[in-house]
Structures are given as structure tokens and as C-alpha cells.
């Protein structure tokens, strides 16, 4: 990967979410929404030479980014862009002067992340929590008092179980006995 498709390690840290985080943790953290549009973009349009207008970390993670389809044909053609000399990464994807703002390159790579975060990990969890908060609603109107307390349970795991490891369960140890 070229150098100026790397994430800066500062950033990282900024607009990332540690993998150590809990589920709970990771639900509130801030990640930039992904646009769904049908508004066709050239590729050309988000690469310029001109240097980035916004480098910071904080601001950058308030855009919302492109389409993943659009992703997907930016990052095919980054390579090629930074051979040509591209050193920005122009909001091609947004209306009004936001069209004008220009990134560093690396926020290609960090719309990239984003995107896979939404799709494998965000998107999961947000659909378990709706439907325990569906359950849960169910629940308030009957004499659920057992499954509220599951339901408890389940929250506070939630706040001690990373968002990104794999989930185990009891290991079982088998003893053959001759009988």
C-alpha cells in the first residue's frame, strides 16, 4: 500500500474503534453513516492534486461516506490515481461546498474500514439489540419478571464481551472410563 493510503497511527486511534471495546461500547461509538445514493459519480471527481483542505481526525469522522459500490472503484483505482499524481481525495459523493473539501488520501482506506465495520460487525449488533429492545417491550405489558431479568443479563454481558473477538462457550472435556 502506498504511504499515503495509511491510516496515520493518531488517527487510528481517534476513529477506530479498539477492538477491546464492548459490545455496548462499540454500539456508541462514532462511525461515519454510509450514504445510499443513486447519483452517479466518475471516479476522476474524487481524486485531485491539489493538497487536502481538512486533515483532522475528528471532522473528517463527521463526513459520511460513499456508497460501498463507489468504494470498491475507488480503491481498484488508488494505485493508479497516486501514480498520477493525486495527493487528495475530494467529497465527490456529498452536495454544495462540501464537494470542495479535500482529504488526505488516507481516508480512502479509513471509509474502506468503515464500511466493513458497518457491514460484518455494526449492522449484527444493532439487529440484536433492536430485538432484545423488541422483546424486552413485549415483555413491560405481561408478567415477564423472569425474562426481563434474561434480558438484564444479557445487557450486562453485553458490557463485558468484546465486540470484535469470537464468542466461546464452555469447552468440554471428555474422560473415557473402561467400563
Request: hydrophobic share 40%.
Amino acid at each position: 500500500m502506498h504511504p499515503l493510503l495509511e491510516l496515520p497511527k493518531d488517527a487510528l486511534t481517534q476513529i477506530l474503534p479498539h477492538k477491546d471495546l464492548s459490545v455496548l461500547e462499540f454500539l456508541s461509538f462514532k462511525l461515519p453513516a454510509i450514504m445510499v445514493t443513486t447519483k452517479h459519480m466518475s471516479i476522476e471527481a474524487f481524486f485531485s492534486e491539489d493538497q487536502p483542505s481538512l486533515c483532522d481526525a475528528q471532522l473528517i469522522q463527521d463526513f459520511p461516506i460513499p456508497p460501498t459500490q463507489t468504494l470498491d472503484m475507488l480503491s481498484k483505482s488508488s494505485s493508479e490515481a497516486v501514480e498520477n499524481r493525486a495527493s487528495s481525495l475530494k467529497c465527490a459523493h456529498l452536495a454544495g461546498d462540501a464537494t470542495k473539501t479535500r482529504l488526505p488520501l488516507w481516508v480512502l482506506t479509513y471509509w474502506c474500514e468503515v464500511a466493513m465495520l458497518h457491514h460484518k460487525h455494526l449492522e449484527p449488533w444493532i439487529r440484536a439489540e433492536q430485538s432484545m429492545e423488541r422483546r424486552t417491550q413485549l415483555w413491560k405489558n405481561e408478567e415477564g419478571e423472569e425474562a426481563r431479568r434474561l434480558v438484564a443479563k444479557i445487557y450486562n454481558a453485553l458490557t463485558c464481551i468484546s465486540w470484535s473477538g469470537k464468542l466461546g462457550g464452555f469447552v468440554l472435556t471428555l474422560i473415557l472410563v473402561p467400563s
